[in-house]
């Protein structure tokens, strides 16, 4: 397809172009975006590192939109060009933080967003190291910091944290980032859990495919359902207390979704 026949198309095709996996880290975005890569109608990024670095800056100081908002939707609309006539899917979790804005910029824009139990995802988080990392250095970004869920209050007291309780308050901001994002975003949100597409990958599929309005199926991925206990072997009942207080429901337990 010529260049000018990808601008028009871009500009002339009724529905979304653009799809962003957002959610945070060791929820499962990799998983749903690598299984969508497959699908023959998208052309997909897994935080491609300068789309990433941009985005993640942003997430991390907001104040920093100013200077990588304009930037970033230059790069996104450059992929748009790159994609055509595909589906462009993009995976770059922290996107969550900057969602509205990048709505405002692509008005098609879809997003989906994968939300995962807290006690495995912070099992996860902790065993990774380049996940962690950011509460070691959260005193280089600005305080309050949603992405890291500190606020003023707790700044004082964070360093005396464990690291189960400081990803904990990760969690959390990102759960109510996500509930934030239902509203705003309304039918353009897909939230799906991490656990029952596990359990039911062909069904949820079957949504996103729908969501999306894709023309093809998007292949079975392959299913590591082991995963979904591991954080028993790797939390200790002092994490797993520590956790219960902060995010407010026990192991076991759905995540609790806004009526």
Known sequence: MALRDKIDFIRNRNKAQITFVIGTGRSGTHWLGYTLAENPGIRTTIESRRIF?????????????????S?????????????????????????????????????????????????????SMIVHKQVSAWHRLWRQFPVPNPFLGITEEIADSYDSLSIAQQCALRWKAHHEQMNA????????????????????????????????????????????????????????????????????FPPDTPIPTPN
């Not at 993009?90 to 910029?105: C, P, V």
């Not at 994002?181 to 495919?209: C, H, M, P």
């Open 71 to 123: 930037p970033l939707i230059r790069r996104y609309q450059w992929q748009l060009l790159l994609s055509a006539p595909k589906m462009y899917l993009d995976k770059s979790h922290t996107n969550m933080w900057i969602a509205t804005e990048l709505k405002t910029a692509f008005p098609n824009a879809r997003f989906l967003g994968i939300e995962r139990n807290p006690y495995s995802t912070i099992a």
């Open 181 to 248: 994002l239902r509203k705003s975003l309304g039918s353009d949100l897909l939230v799906i859990s991490y656990e029952e597409f596990a359990a039911n990958t062909g069904a949820v599929l079957q949504d996103i495919d729908q969501f999306l309005g894709l023309k093809h199926k998007t292949p079975l991925p392959e299913v590591k359902r082991e995963s979904l206990d591991k954080w028993k072997n790797q939390l200790s009942q002092d994490d797993i207390r520590q956790i219960e207080e902060i995010v407010g």
């Open 53 to 69: 670095k941009l985005s993640t800056r942003m997430a991390l100081n907001a104040s920093r939109k100013n200077k990588y908002l």
